[in-house]
């Protein structure tokens, strides 16, 4: 199967089973019935059978068989041999709450310029004026928020 | 529960025997490491973990980064005495069986630093099962230690331990 020298070249030299589409009767299977699609799926089926039985087999087994002698230093959290002398959930100070709604607002409105500049050349002109005015909009709403104090910390 | 509790209550016997030579066999060659590099010594362990020696010979060349799946602690190098209480909370928080290999003069007694900042030997807070010599030992050294601690371990089997 080698693509060099005089044998067929692109699609043809593949396999038959790697050719796109290579019968319009059955669109999904190579020279089957279409609705052979699901009998395909069986052995990842026995496989996912499989693997969820050796899973529970071996929690099974290693919780049935091994030695368990817990006591309170062995079952704290580790963090790589210290302590902890403090719980992990913290209160944190309502002033972040304010920095990331307004983050969240302008980088969800950022992903917009990803499909806009991509069809920039076809938009033309009504495109960068289009998105002019979007920017322009969102620039009232940041000046709005700066002179509301949105924007300072304390 | 478990298997060693199991074997106490069957007493010494041909299912039990035979079980604990399997058990053995298993935990014998699949000895994880906690990765816990302490000093100069801990250069020549993940010497040991290279291409050139190899420890995946034995199957102990899976370092874990949690003591919760590991089965060795390798002290390798010097412990302070700040260090200790942590050293002894990571071997805690391993789960049985576990094994402790020290290596070098600095675990095993300090070494050359005959001071008060120092542990004057891991064996002080963590039972030690191989004691390495050498200042680095070389990791041919620390080979030559799991295959003294795979040996013992097959030859333990599920008698408990004392």
Redesign the interface.
Same mark, same amino acid.
């Given at each position: 199967m080698t693509v060099h020298g005089g044998g067929p070249r692109g699609e043809a030299c593949l396999p038959r089973v790697l050719r796109i589409n290579p019968s319009p009767q059955a669109p999904f299977l190579v020279g089957g019935r279409p609705e052979a699609v699901l009998e395909t799926y069986v052995p990842v089926l026995i496989f996912v059978l499989i693997v969820l039985g050796l899973i529970g087999a071996l929690v099974t087994l290693s919780f049935v068989l091994g030695p368990a002698k817990p006591f309170k230093r062995k079952l704290a959290p580790y963090e790589s041999g210290i302590i902890p002398d403090t719980p992990a959930v913290r209160r944190l100070s309502v002033r972040f709450y304010l920095t990331a709604m307004l983050f969240i607002i302008f980088d969800v409105e950022a992903v917009f310029f990803y499909p806009w500049a991509v069809l920039l050349r076809q938009l033309k002109w009504f495109g960068l004026i289009e998105m002019l005015v979007f920017i322009g909009i969102l620039l009232i709403a940041l000046a709005h928020i700066w002179k509301k104090g949105g924007l300072d910390w304390e | 529960?478990?298997? $060693?509790?199991?074997a106490e209550s069957l007493g010494q016997n041909i299912l039990t025997t035979t079980l604990g030579k399997l058990i053995g066999w298993g935990r014998g060659n699949s000895v994880w490491p906690a990765q816990f590099g302490l000093a100069c010594c801990a250069i020549e362990m993940i010497a040991t973990a290279t291409a050139g020696v190899d420890i995946a010979r034995f199957g102990s060349e899976a370092f874990r980064a949690?003591?919760?799946q590991s089965d060795l602690m390798i002290v390798s190098g010097r412990v302070s005495q700040k260090m200790a =209480?942590?050293?002894r909370?990571?071997y805690?928080?391993m =789960? $049985? =069986?576990k094994w402790v290999i020290s290596m070098g003069a600095c675990a095993s007694t300090g070494g050359v630093f005959n001071n008060y900042a120092l542990l004057q030997g891991v064996d002080k807070i963590v039972p030690v099962d191989v004691y390495i010599p050498g200042c680095p030992p070389r990791p041919e050294d620390l080979l030559n230690a799991l295959m003294i601690l795979q040996e013992r371990i097959k030859a333990q089997g599920i008698t408990p331990r004392q």
């Open positions: - | 529960m478990g298997v $060693e509790a199991l949690s003591p919760r =209480p942590i050293l909370t990571v805690d928080q =789960p $049985e =069986p």
